[in-house]
């Protein structure tokens, strides 16, 4: 009954789907503040025992500023990671030529398919990193093989 009411109006599904898929794989990921909450914490019991230690003080205003930025780089960094996947996607539909690329795209698919529909958390994207990897490295080796027939076909202009 309470599943036929949540499924009954097809656009709030849809929403929901997208907020779902949205949050898997475009969240911040949290092991840099579990990892910021837990160093903090060493550090001001550590600065309850030795109050002058000027060290562990700059050590604790350090610590937010170098979480943030390993935070930013890891954002950026999967952001072309997704880019270049796309990309990959794209050379892979205009190819139709059945590759063992096909297997890690099926693998993603299903993989992102499984987790739309149930619990989902931004670290569940991590057992799927690999087959994106995969996709991406292919991206960008489609990428810069039409970068390099451009110029190519340029220079004999």
């Not at 550590?46 to 205003?61: G, R, V």
């Not at 693998?107 to 994207?125: C, D, H, K, N």
Request: contains cysteine; positive net charge; aromatic residues 14%.
């Amino acid at each position: 009954e309470i599943i036929k009411s949540r499924v009954s109006n097809p656009k709030e599904v849809l929403s929901l789907l997208v907020k779902k898929f949205d949050y898997t794989w475009f969240a911040e990921d949290g092991y840099f503040w579990w990892y910021r909450a837990g160093q903090t914490a060493q550090l001001q019991e550590h600065l309850k025992e030795y109050p002058n230690d000027q060290y562990a003080k700059h050590q604790l205003d350090k610590l937010s500023k170098i979480c943030s930025a390993a935070s930013n780089v890891d954002v950026l960094f999967l952001h072309g990671c997704y880019f270049l996947a796309v990309i990959g996607l794209i050379c892979k539909l205009c190819r139709k030529k059945f590759t063992e690329l096909d297997l890690f795209v099926i693998i993603m698919l299903g993989w992102m398919t499984i987790y739309l529909f149930i619990e989902v958390q931004s670290r569940y994207r991590y057992s799927a990193m690999p087959a994106l990897m995969v996709i991406a490295a292919y991206g960008a080796s489609c990428g810069f093989t039409q970068i390099r027939r451009l110029i190519n076909k340029n220079k004999g202009r």
